[in-house]
């Protein structure tokens, strides 16, 4: 979940992020707990991550929440995506396409 992952991820990958689509990974761990306290989420709650990257934020949110829908366009990175949360039976992985 830090900036060193996100980069070891987008290498074994070979991902270059869409700057055209506004692609970016929040990198920041910190973050995560105040996003939760934000949303003033509770073990009952089902999530949407939205651009879920990697899924670092939807890991997060797993232990927090009864589920974490996760959400990626980017193929590649949905790829990732899966690989990260496998195993996490409350977390689903959903790959839109346009």
Not at 29 to 58: E, R
């Amino acid at each position: 979940m830090s900036l060193k992952e996100t980069k070891q991820l987008l290498r074994t990958h070979r991902i270059t992020p869409n700057k055209l689509s506004g692609q970016n990974f929040m990198v920041n761990p910190s973050l995560y707990s105040k996003l939760c306290t934000y949303a003033a989420l509770c073990s009952s709650d089902v999530v949407l991550d939205a651009g879920a990257g990697f899924g670092f934020l939807a890991r997060f949110l797993a232990d927090k929440c009864r589920a974490v829908i996760a959400v990626e366009k980017d193929p590649q990175v949905a790829n990732a995506l899966r690989e990260q949360v496998n195993g996490i039976c409350n977390v689903i992985v959903i790959e839109v396409t346009f």
